[in-house]
């Protein structure tokens, strides 16, 4: 919004010529952070917020006249705000496709009418506003601030001047904020650095020189000036990762203006005059380096580095040995000797297998020559960067130790053979005698991060092998490869050209991402980006590996929305597809399986964010899933229904599961003999069952039974709660509590109760709760001593176990004889009691389960005078603000109310106002039970006459218009009951009461025609006592 934000967005410029906002994870993060604070100035800020821009900020924004509702004046598709500024002009007005906005607090609504496209708002603001706060503040204020301007000079008002003084401050603070927040955000984006852009330009300074092969005529910078951090681009610049400016005279071409970056090189729009901006602009794609782009604007530029890596290569295949097998075996007993003392070793199978012993055919031969040969070379330094290192990490840049000679690294340490070098590569090894505290490993892994740094493809393969051969399920190994620099160079790695070393990184990238801190490690230095890349790779085997690096890297949060982020869902959900034509089916199905298979799992841990679910969804994932549901491996079932099972807490993919028959395949797969996948797919089952006709399908597919054998299994804890979870949403259908109780779950439930965790016991419970919904189990539950355990399960602090507890004892109080056990166990007060719990879903709860225990007792009065406190609770919760409370509670008020004792003291307590205050909800629930509770509080001395004082009357005549037979049974009571106090019938009368209640005397429930019929009795009754009290006053 300030002069800095301006400055540190990323603008483009349009084929129209428009300047425009480029679409960058930069920009996208500034625009958020604009939006947060527009929308949270008119609170924080109200007096700047009302605060009338000098000019208005106008923009063509997507929005039409229908969004706009209350507050603004509406004329065919002209929107205007009916707040004005001092001068009478809308402080918002629309003109289609134009929009004007004239202060912060409309912006602010304005951003609340556009609802999903506030971002596009902010953005299209932004573009064509490119310096709001000439616009806010006004030329005459910025001048004074920024004396490059020269606008026309224009009075300020006094009385404006504070309030702009203070906008002016809170800009600056947003704008402070903002850059802050982007410059550590660019900070973990790094992919160049000062170091190495010096280093290069340096490098092709020494190409400048005379004669027809020179690469380059002149190279300079466009600045002397060297900040502390070796950047030479200003402050505000570098915010945005930009580190110098070159200017590059070509042989064979016009002068090429460079700006390297953070995020690449790429050609600028020239250097014109002091205080432009406009030659930052990008006028081309981003390269990797600087020798990319040189090759690609530059033919003579290309010919001639090409000319001397032929030359090169020529050199030195007259130089190569015929016996290239030999000496890279030789180099491989090499580096076994110096890791671990051994004079020979047997090449192992894994590293066979990778193909590195095969490499001495004509094409790796010359492969293999092109690569010492560019090492050599000051000027194929860019194609080596390119093949081993292209993804600019700093740690790993920093250790390719930029000379002419890079290969005299390599070639110290592996081609020559005197004792000198062995005895330097066994000081690492001397030292860690003095140093206990390292384990052996760790000076290993050491020399082979050391070599890894410094070696060609062939090498570098032969180094990643013998780092498989350590055990990296080690985190003494894991931290030691991390605190060495060989995660940068690993995940460098993945950047090159070499499917063997992507193939050997990934392998070892699997295992030490195991590790918790790995993992956020990873994701710091950009490694999901990389691997989300290598999934379009043509390679199955690579492909696979990815995946798999993802599913234990994605186990972090913030990996998961990196890798949707970066397009990794979409594919992700493709490996998934891996049914080919019928030619090659049998030569691909296995690794088609396997790059499934991981595709699956790493879809899996992507999964538990909702954002991602809906992107599996929308990737077309869900059929797809579908089909491997089918497939008779194991283990791809298993990545396979966690998947499912993770989405399946979002409705659209419940739908989707019932729709698309994986019912059937989830309870054919719960036959199998295998705990995991049987764990899996009960809980898919347990969330899904939450619609009938899933609960139906389970049924009809015979999937109970197998349910209930899972039970069988107690000692498997994740599997008991999946198990009994599936149970308890399957018993919401009485159809289904019949085949479990053929099956005696009943029993082995009941069994459950002691001695589990707390998940477990949350569904045992809420299972009980629906097996007591028919008589006979709630005499099975009482008998088997679960009326017991329920109770002792009161005293507990977990909020979801506690309401399905009181919902079970709720529901075995409906037979007297069990609530004489619950009150002889403290049941009836430990229930009481959670009626001071803080959560309203419990309060509710308890209510409810009281109902049936006051109804049933022997003795209520006895029963609830007993519990000293509790009626002044009662009356409490009846100011609750959850209507589910007041519902239950209202419930509760009805029952107790049947006792006149009882009665009385609520009476005292003041239920009378506070029932009255409920009378005008709109709520059918609450409606019938408050109903009811008045109807029966009407039975104490003067509560009728005091329900109509407080206008409890009249609203209650309207609940005649429901549609809902309970709310009118209720209401009809109440009437009847307050139709013996004169004053109320007067009321019910002005009311219109007599005809509906006419209306409900042709009901069919005979207990609502009585009602009806005795409040029209006596209302009749008081009309005919008036008319003979006035035939006696006038015949006296």
């Known amino acids: 919004m300030g002069l800095t934000l301006t400055r540190a967005a990323q603008w483009t410029t349009s084929s129209s010529g428009t300047a425009k906002l480029e679409s960058t994870p930069l920009n996208e993060s500034l625009l958020k952070e604009i939006l947060e604070f527009v929308e949270k100035i008119g609170s924080k800020s109200p007096q700047e917020a009302e605060h009338v821009f000098e000019e208005p900020l106008q923009w063509n924004t997507t929005l039409v006249a229908s969004h706009f509702k209350k507050g603004y004046n509406t004329r065919g598709s002209t929107v205007k705000s009916n707040e004005k500024d001092s001068e009478g002009n809308p402080l918002l007005q629309l003109s289609p496709p134009s929009l004007y906005v004239r202060n912060f607090s409309q912006l602010s609504k304005l951003l609340h009418v556009a609802k999903d496209r506030k971002l596009q708002e902010v953005q299209a603001c932004l573009e064509e506003n490119r310096d709001p706060m000439v616009n806010i503040l006004g030329w005459n204020f910025i001048s004074k601030l920024d004396r490059t301007r020269s606008p026309p000079e224009v009075p300020i008002d006094a009385s404006e001047k504070d309030v702009k003084v203070k906008l002016f401050i809170l800009l600056q603070d947003i704008d402070k904020k903002i850059l802050n927040k982007l410059v550590a955000e660019i900070s973990e984006q790094v992919q160049l650095d000062p170091t190495i852009v010096t280093k290069e330009v340096e490098l092709?300074?020494?190409?400048?020189?005379?004669?027809?092969?020179?690469?380059?005529?002149?190279?300079?910078?466009?600045?002397?000036?060297?900040?502390?951090?070796?950047?030479?681009?200003?402050?505000?610049?570098?915010?945005?990762?930009?580190?110098?400016?070159?200017?590059?005279e070509p042989c064979d071409g016009e002068i090429l203006n460079i700006t390297c970056s953070s995020a690449g090189v790429f050609l600028n729009a020239g250097f014109q005059q002091e205080g432009d901006e406009s030659h930052y602009?990008?006028?081309?794609?981003?390269?990797?380096?600087?020798?990319?782009?040189?090759?690609?604007?530059?033919?003579?530029?290309?010919?001639?580095?090409?000319?001397?890596?032929?030359?090169?290569?020529?050199?030195?295949?007259?130089?190569?040995?015929?016996?290239?097998?030999?000496?890279?075996?030789?180099?491989?007993?090499?580096?076994?000797?110096?890791?671990?003392?051994?004079?020979?070793?047997?090449?192992?199978?894994?590293?066979?297998?990778?193909?590195?012993?095969?490499?001495?055919?004509?094409?790796?031969?010359?492969?293999?020559?092109?690569?010492?040969?560019?090492?050599?070379?000051?000027?194929?330094?860019?194609?080596?960067?390119a093949e081993l290192s292209a993804s600019y990490s700093p740690g790993h840049l920093?250790?390719?130790?930029?000379?002419?000679?890079?290969?005299?690294?390599?070639?110290?340490?592996f081609s020559e053979s005197s004792s000198e070098t062995e005895e330097e590569e066994e000081q690492p090894e001397r030292r860690s005698e003095t140093n206990p505290d390292?384990?052996?490993?760790?000076?290993?892994?050491?020399?082979?991060?050391?070599?890894?740094?410094?070696?060609?493809q062939t090498v570098t393969v032969l180094v990643l092998c013998a780092m498989m051969e350590l055990d990296l399920t080690k985190e003494t190994c894991q931290l030691a490869i991390q605190d060495l620099g060989g995660l940068e160079v690993l995940l460098n790695l993945l950047d090159t050209n070499d499917i063997r070393c992507k193939i050997g990184s990934l392998k070892i990238l699997t295992k030490i991402s195991q590790n918790g801190f790995l993992r956020q490690t990873i994701v710091h230095m950009r490694g999901l980006q990389r691997m989300v890349n290598n999934l379009d790779s043509p390679v199955k085997e690579l492909q696979a590996l990815a995946a798999e690096t993802i599913a234990n890297v994605a186990k972090d949060r913030r990996a998961r929305r990196t890798v949707r982020h970066h397009g990794g869902i979409r594919k992700l959900v493709k490996l998934l597809d891996c049914i080919h034509d019928s030619a090659n089916l049998r030569a691909n199905m296995e690794k088609d399986l396997e790059v499934a298979r991981c595709g699956a799992s790493a879809l899996w841990s992507c999964s538990k964010s909702?954002?991602?679910?809906?992107?599996?969804?929308?990737?077309?994932?869900?059929?797809?899933?579908?089909?491997?549901?089918?497939?008779?491996?194991?283990?791809?079932?298993?990545?396979?229904?966690?998947?499912?099972q993770e989405c399946a807490s979002q409705e659209s993919y419940r739908v989707a599961i019932q729709t698309e028959g994986m019912i059937e395949d989830l309870v054919k797969n719960l036959r199998r003999d295998n705990d995991e996948l049987q764990m899996l797919c009960a809980s898919a089952i347990f969330k899904c069952a939450e619609d009938k006709r899933t609960r139906d399908l389970v049924r009809s597919n015979k999937g109970l039974q197998p349910l209930v054998s899972l039970l069988a299994k107690a000692d498997n804890k994740q599997l008991l709660a999946a198990a009994t979870g599936a149970i308890w949403k399957c018993s919401f259908s009485m159809k289904n509590v019949a085949i479990f109780q053929?099956?005696?779950?009943?029993?082995t439930l009941i069994g459950l109760l002691t001695d589990q965790p707390e998940d477990v016991l949350v569904n045992v419970v809420g299972a009980l709760g629906q097996f007591a919904q028919k008589p006979a189990n709630k005499t099975a539950i009482c008998n088997g001593g679960g009326i017991k355990a329920l109770i002792n399960l009161l005293n507990g602090t977990n909020q979801a176990l506690l309401v399905n507890v009181t919902k079970a004892v709720g529901a075995c109080a409906t037979e007297k004889d069990n609530v004489a056990i619950i009150d002889q166990l403290d049941g009836v007060r430990l229930v009481w009691s959670l009626l001071k719990n803080p959560s309203t879903e419990v309060q509710s709860s308890a209510a409810w389960a009281l109902c049936p225990c006051i109804e049933n007792a022997k003795d209520a009065r006895?029963?609830?005078?007993?519990?000293?406190?509790?009626?002044?609770?009662?009356?409490h919760l009846l100011k609750s603000t959850n209507n589910e409370v007041r519902t239950s509670i209202c419930a509760v008020v009805a029952k107790l109310a049947k006792d006149k004792e009882i009665l009385g003291v609520l009476t005292d307590r003041g239920v009378v106002s506070l029932l009255a205050e409920l009378i005008n909800t709109t709520d059918n629930r609450l409606r019938c039970y408050l109903a009811e509770a008045i109807g029966h509080c009407c039975m104490w001395r003067n509560n009728r006459a005091s329900f109509g004082e407080y206008g409890a009357v009249g609203p209650l005549v309207r609940y005649l218009e429901s549609k809902d037979t309970s709310v009118l049974m209720s209401t009809a009571m109440a009437l009847y009951q307050l139709s013996k106090e004169p004053s109320n019938i007067i009321t019910m009368h002005e009311e219109g009461v007599v005809q509906q209640l006419i209306h409900l005397t042709g009901s069919d429930d005979s207990k609502l025609q009585e009602f009806a019929a005795g409040c029209l009795r006596n209302i009749r009754l008081l009309s005919l006592a008036n008319q003979r009290a006035a035939c006696s006053n006038e015949n006296p």
Request: charge should be positive; hydrophobic fraction near 35%; proline fraction near 3%.
């Open 862 to 875: 006895e029963m609830v005078l007993f519990l000293i406190g509790g009626l002044e609770l009662i009356v």
């Open 438 to 456: 390292l384990p052996s490993e760790y000076w290993q892994i050491q020399k082979l991060v050391k070599y890894l740094k410094a070696a060609d």
């Open 742 to 747: 053929e099956s005696k779950a009943l029993q």
């Open 398 to 413: 920093s250790s390719q130790r930029t000379k002419t000679s890079a290969g005299a690294v390599v070639e110290e340490q």
């Open 610 to 644: 909702s954002k991602n679910k809906e992107a599996i969804r929308k990737a077309g994932g869900i059929p797809l899933l579908g089909r491997l549901l089918r497939s008779p491996q194991e283990n791809m079932l298993i990545p396979v229904v966690g998947t499912l």
């Open 204 to 248: 092709f300074k020494q190409c400048c020189t005379e004669g027809e092969e020179r690469l380059l005529k002149s190279l300079r910078y466009t600045s002397d000036f060297e900040f502390s951090n070796g950047c030479r681009a200003p402050l505000w610049r570098q915010a945005l990762g930009e580190i110098c400016y070159l200017v590059i």
């Open 281 to 385: 602009e990008r006028k081309s794609d981003f390269y990797e380096d600087l020798a990319s782009l040189l090759k690609n604007r530059s033919p003579h530029f290309a010919e001639n580095i090409n000319k001397q890596v032929v030359d090169g290569e020529e050199r030195g295949r007259a130089q190569k040995s015929e016996k290239q097998q030999e000496n890279i075996v030789h180099q491989w007993e090499r580096l076994q000797r110096a890791l671990y003392g051994r004079k020979k070793c047997d090449t192992c199978q894994r590293w066979r297998n990778l193909g590195v012993l095969t490499v001495c055919g004509p094409a790796e031969e010359e492969k293999a020559r092109k690569s010492s040969v560019e090492k050599k070379r000051p000027g194929a330094r860019s194609r080596m960067k």
